[in-house]
């Protein structure tokens, strides 16, 4: 992404006209959602109903003010904590009657108990508005692009061939400052000191690990063709293995590119006998394991022979344990990449075992030549032992541990973010923690743009809508251009996939939303409610609507709109990514947006993403989750946007993070890398909404409306918001003890929160519907317990499995005891994993004390 992008914003300014001036005919081009992305043509038009809805919500506006107004006098205060005291009110206001009048008659839903329809911006903590900035981009340089010096691949010991084909055919001419650092090491067969050694490589983001290991395997197995004996059924000579399916596709991709090679110099024909360079064939092939296809079919490719494998790790010791034709006594690779997230999900046995079982494979294959009862041609240098390579975004103590048990005396590869030195940052301590010793530091790219913004509750949703308009927006006219948001759970992607989709700004939801049919699953989704209109379980998959891949926004026009988590099927998730990927050569679309969980976070290389969103922040992982979640964009040194959305009782998450990013890094200088600015929330409104002075406030409101008759339009949508409501609190809830200060759900105002996922019910009316008789919440973990009896908080993808983490902390409160209540505060002593309200009290907590 350049600097210097234009925007092309509707903000103030007489050339908006208000929405009171729009004639049906949009004879002065529409509505202003026409208008923020200019080139954009939407269909719906205000009508008499909107224009009454208009003068209602300004007659509440300045009811609002004036509620405001005895706020800022002092009447009521505004805790420390950024909560505020008032609660939603419950009367219903002018707007909730007129809004009752003109919205979309509910079919076979009965009204809910209680509704709140509180106005937008009333209530709100009072937040400082940050004073907007003059550049929203670093001037820094690049710290993961390739070098400028006079490094080459070649000068560093790589192939012509492989040379060549990178120039040519991947348009890679220059090293980046980890492949400077690498590929010496990993290439090198004359230096004995580092030619046998095991590596540990850990640089930043998408600053191009993968090619760091992939060149040199490819490099040492090539010329093995010249061999005559060499073919496909010498069986495994390489495994690479990450911790999720996406990624290990994404490498395999990467991989069977860079195997396209020619086998000998343009220049050199297929009968020049002169030539001394060994004739190779093609037989080095490449094959992924992931769980893609059916074990006997796995099985099948394994006989014939597969010379580089990747794989995700329990698939691969499934093989190791259980396919006898699996051949894999001569491997001479191993690589772990993302080895922290490896150990995050909880592979660490996997591992010992895929290394253990590889070391008893060699040892087989060895004994079966000396005993002549091998069919082995003879000629394999045995003497060769494996190599492995860690690739990991962190030295932490339990990757050291993994280290300890997988790599014997490794090198440890760190690369210099400046490319003037002609040194490369190899550290060869002893051991690892020698170098942790050293410096911990994890940053993200210096080139990218850190920006956060202080939001508060109620007001979360339609900054979202009106920070992704106005990221559209600036970059409309560079077609594919890519957004991801990361959300905290599966249920609240799905709930703001559908929702976005769902959701249109004319009056009747139903009529407006035809043009979009694709959207339209509401058929479906009804056959999918039950008589309480919670979602039935699907035959198909566990989600209803589960093999859906894409969504279009009349919010965000001309964008395709995608969703990726662990408990989609992997074909949609397969499907999600390659739609995303490419956007841009759909006619219709020329963005995308991905809402997503941390599945995301690693690894995932995908072109021109010029924005990371974390509408919510991580859960695990921390600063480092961060990094490796921001690191989605402002890779190879491209630039990028990342943004934060930040509640205001989470004010201190700024410094902290910033601290945890520095590690111990005292310079000024690196400092500096990891600045984050802040971005007022009103700025975002004002940008993405557009109009005079306050108007983007009726806007927001308007947008707010639809979104709440949305999810009043029937049961099946209501239980995916409250559905979402939950998981999102409980999710919130599992943030470690030291994060406690910061992300504390005691700190949340439930109420408006709720606002956020478009409810208008009060917490405990969501509580005790989602939970009530025949809950789908409930009986849905239960079921998942019983089916497979989890003891981690995260499944396979790396997901908070809320059900788990809530039995967790029902378990630790139980054991210790220490629950008490003092003063009518829950409150824990000592320290654990959770520093809150288990499961039932934070049910109590949702339903006491927040209405
Ligand atoms: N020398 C290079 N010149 C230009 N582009 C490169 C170079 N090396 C790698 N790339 C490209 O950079 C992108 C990022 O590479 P890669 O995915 O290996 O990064 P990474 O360091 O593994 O990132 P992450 O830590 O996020 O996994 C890829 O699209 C790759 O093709």
Redesign the pocket.
């Known amino acids: 992404m350049e600097d210097g992008i234009i925007l092309n914003l509707a903000t103030e300014g007489p050339e908006l006209p208000t929405k009171s001036s729009h004639g049906r005919n949009g004879k002065k081009g529409g509505r202003w959602t026409d208008r923020c992305v200019s080139p954009l043509i939407l269909c719906t038009t205000l009508d008499i109903r909107s224009s009454r809805r208009l003068k209602a919500k300004r007659g509440q506006k300045r009811k609002a003010r004036s509620d405001e107004s005895s706020l800022s006098t002092g009447r009521t205060k505004v805790p420390s904590t950024g909560r505020p005291l008032k609660r939603a009110r419950k009367e219903p206001s002018a707007l909730q009657a007129e809004d009752a009048s003109t919205q979309e008659p509910i079919k076979s839903t009965p009204r809910p108990h209680t509704q709140f329809i509180s106005s937008l911006f009333t209530s709100n903590p009072k937040l400082e508005q940050p004073v907007p900035s003059v550049s929203s981009h670093p001037s820094a340089k690049p710290s993961?692009a390739?070098l400028r010096d006079s490094s080459t691949f070649s000068g560093l010991g790589l192939d012509p061939l492989i040379t060549a084909h990178l120039e040519t055919k991947?348009n890679?001419?220059?090293?980046?400052s980890?492949?400077r650092a690498a590929l010496p090491i990993l290439l090198s067969s004359s230096d004995e000191d580092t030619s046998s050694r095991d590596v540990f490589i850990q640089?930043?983001?998408?600053?191009?690990?993968?090619?760091s290991f992939l060149l040199p395997i490819i490099q040492d197995l090539l010329p093995l063709s010249s061999l005559s004996y060499i073919d496909r059924s010498i069986g495994t000579l390489a495994i690479i293995i990450a911790p999720t399916r996406e990624l290990a596709k994404q490498i395999s991709d990467?991989l069977e590119s860079l195997l396209q090679l020619r086998l000998r110099a343009a220049d050199e024909s297929a009968e020049d006998a002169g030539s001394s360079a060994p004739r190779l064939t093609r037989w080095l092939v490449s094959g992924l394991l992931s769980g893609g296809s059916t074990r006997t079919h796995e099985k099948a490719r394994l006989r014939k022979g597969l010379p580089i494998l990747v794989s995700t790790p329990g698939r691969l010791l499934d093989h190791l344990q259980n396919t006898s034709s699996f051949n894999v006594g001569k491997c001479r690779w191993l690589v772990l990449d993302?080895a922290d997230r490896l150990m995050d999900l909880g592979f660490e046995e996997s591992i010992n075992g895929i290394v253990k079982g590889l070391d008893g494979r060699r040892k087989l294959a060895m004994q079966a030549v000396e005993e002549g009862n091998s069919m082995e041609v003879g000629g394999w240098d045995w003497s060769r032992q494996r190599r492995t390579i860690l690739?990991s975004?962190t030295i932490r103590d339990d990757v050291q541990k993994l280290a300890g048990n997988a790599l014997v005396n490794p090198i440890v590869i760190k690369a210099l973010t400046d490319d003037s030195s002609s040194n490369p940052d190899v550290a060869t301590g002893e051991s690892l923690g020698d170098v942790v010793n050293g410096n911990t530091k994890f940053t993200p790219p210096s080139q990218l743009a850190q920006k956060y913004v202080v939001v508060p509750l109620k007001l979360r949703l339609v900054t979202l809508i009106a920070l992704l308009r106005s990221l559209l927006a600036e970059a409309q006219g560079r077609k594919g251009t890519k957004i991801i948001v990361f959300l905290s759970c599966t249920d609240s992607v799905d709930f703001h996939w559908h929702l976005l989709g769902g959701t249109s700004m004319g009056e009747d939801d139903g009529e407006a939303a035809s043009p979009n049919s694709e959207n339209e699953t509401e058929a479906a989704e009804a056959a999918d409610v039950d008589e309480e209109g919670k979602p039935k379980p699907s035959k198909a998959s566990r989600r209803p609507d589960a093999e859906k891949v894409t969504m279009k926004s009349t919010l965000l026009p001309d964008t395709a709109i995608y969703r990726l988590h662990g408990s989609l099927p992997l074909q949609t998730r397969m499907a999600s990514l390659r739609g995303f990927a490419s956007a841009s050569s759909q006619p219709s679309t020329s963005s995308s947006i991905l809402l997503c969980t941390s599945v995301a976070s690693?690894?995932l290389?995908l072109?021109l993403v010029r924005a990371v969103i974390q509408y919510d922040l991580p859960t695990e992982g921390g600063a480092t989750e961060y990094v490796?979640r921001v690191?989605?964009t402002a890779?190879?040194g491209k630039g990028g946007e990342a943004w934060s959305f930040v509640a205001p009782s989470e004010g201190e998450w700024p410094k902290w993070a910033t601290q945890k990013m520095q590690g111990d890094v005292k310079e000024e200088e690196n400092k500096k890398e990891v600045g984050l600015q802040a971005v007022g929330s009103e700025a975002v409104l004002k940008k993405g909404f557009g109009g005079k002075g306050t108007e983007y406030e009726e806007r927001a409101t308007d947008v707010q409306l639809s979104f709440e008759r949305w999810v009043l339009k029937n049961q099946y949508h209501a239980a995916l918001a409250r559905k979402a409501f939950l998981s999102h609190i409980r999710a919130y809830a599992t943030h470690p003890s030291d994060e406690k200060h910061i992300f504390h759900v005691r700190h949340l105002h439930l109420g408006h929160l709720a606002k956020a996922f478009a409810l208008r019910e009060a917490p405990s009316a969501v509580t005790n519907k989602a939970h009530g008789k025949g809950s789908k919440t409930k009986s849905n973990v239960a079921t998942n317990k019983s089916k497979n009896n989890r003891s981690k908080v995260v499944d396979s993808d790396g997901e908070v499995d809320v059900g788990e983490a809530e039995k967790r902390m029902e378990k630790v409160v139980r054991e210790q005891g220490r629950l008490t209540k003092k003063g009518g505060k829950v409150v824990r002593t000592g320290t654990s994993e959770f520093q809150i309200a288990g499961g039932y009290a934070l049910e109590a907590l949702v339903n006491g004390s927040r209405t």
Not at 172 to 176: E, L, R
Not at 203 to 211: C, L, R, V
């Open positions: 993961n390739p991947l890679i001419k220059k090293p980046t980890i492949q640089s930043q983001t998408g600053s191009g690990k993968t090619f990467v993302e690739c975004a690693r690894g290389d072109p490796h690191g989605r890779r190879v």
